[in-house]
């Protein structure tokens, strides 16, 4: 339905279950300095997957999945400034383009609903809320700008159970970085987010817990002023093949970030020995795995 512009609305909700993911496009000439913003601001910009120059189409994604056409909305930025909003950039690509795939907390929705915690924006079909805060950003290059967070509410007695499901995904942001008190983040008014829809917010029952958030590089590449960077729109993420599942527990230290190592390059290695393992001894693939594979999952992460 997104490739073929049938749907063009946020993603909040949709596909459950699914990998969602942000998207950064910017000349490759940026794309060493961007990695390693990445690497050095790993809470709000999780490496997902890079892709080589010019490359639109990355397997490690999914079947099919093509960059150009699959995000619900792009935004084209020109020098800073936000040019234009399209749902197809087929035209804006290049061969020197270099994509970058980022983790998202939508990814982690799923694992607070199991547990039978509300995510009531989500239930009431709303885009979350997206704050601008007063944390800078690790800088590198031309790339800087602030923190920007994503804002859920719980009531308080299901605070630390969100806290410690969220924490079991790193690569999609991970636990909050804050709790409580919008205004130490420099949040003046939390009925007005910078991005996505006011939240319904329940002062009196409920305490706004804030996550980092991957509009953050938006506002790093707005702070760059390239010629040219294509984004997702906020809310309107990447939906990819894989599972919220597949990821978790997942983290990349700063070395294996900066190498371009994405956390789905990892999976797509677990799943490619697992099928030569279940080819070699007869399993389906999901049974035990041998000492010798858990180290080399331990090795993926480092």
């Known amino acids: 339905l997104i490739r073929k512009g049938e749907y063009a609305e946020h993603t909040a909700g949709l596909c459950p279950g699914h990998v969602q993911a942000n998207l950064v496009v910017l000349p490759s000439e940026h794309a060493t300095s961007f990695l390693e913003f990445c690497a050095k601001n790993p809470k709000p910009c999780p490496l997902l997957s890079v892709g080589a120059r010019g490359q639109a189409v990355l397997p490690q994604l999914g079947e099919h999945v093509d960059l150009r056409t699959d995000v619900s909305k792009y935004c084209v930025y020109r020098h800073g400034e936000l040019d234009e909003e399209l749902t197809d ?12 795939v980022l983790g998202c907390s939508f990814s982690f929705e799923q694992a607070i609903l199991r547990a039978g915690i509300r995510v009531r924006y989500a239930e009431e079909g709303r885009n979350v809320s997206m704050y601008t805060t007063n944390v800078p950003n690790v800088r590198c290059g031309p790339f800087g700008g602030r923190l920007v967070t994503s804002m859920r509410a719980f009531p308080p007695h299901q605070v630390a159970e969100v806290v410690r499901i969220t924490a079991r995904y790193p690569g999609v942001h991970g636990a909050p970085v804050h709790v409580g008190l919008p205004a130490l983040l420099g949040v003046e008014d939390v009925e007005r ?4 829809d006011a939240p319904r917010l329940d002062a009196a029952r409920e305490v706004p817990l804030f996550w980092a958030c991957g509009v953050t590089p938006q506002v790093a590449v707005m702070d760059a002023r390239l010629p040219l960077c294509i984004t997702h729109k906020p809310g309107h993420m990447l939906v990819l093949d894989h599972l919220d599942a597949h990821l978790e527990g997942l983290a990349l230290d700063e070395a294996a970030a900066a190498r371009g190592d994405g956390l789905l390059d990892v999976v797509q290695r677990r799943q490619q ?10 399993t389906d693939g999901d049974g035990h795995g041998t000492d010798d594979d858990d180290d080399d999952d331990d090795d993926d992460n480092n």
């Open 89 to 100: 950039i087929s035209e804006l690509w290049s061969d020197d383009m270099v994509a970058f």
């Open 193 to 196: 987010p910078d991005f996505g």
């Open 273 to 282: 020995r697992r099928t030569a393992q279940s080819a070699s001894d007869g």
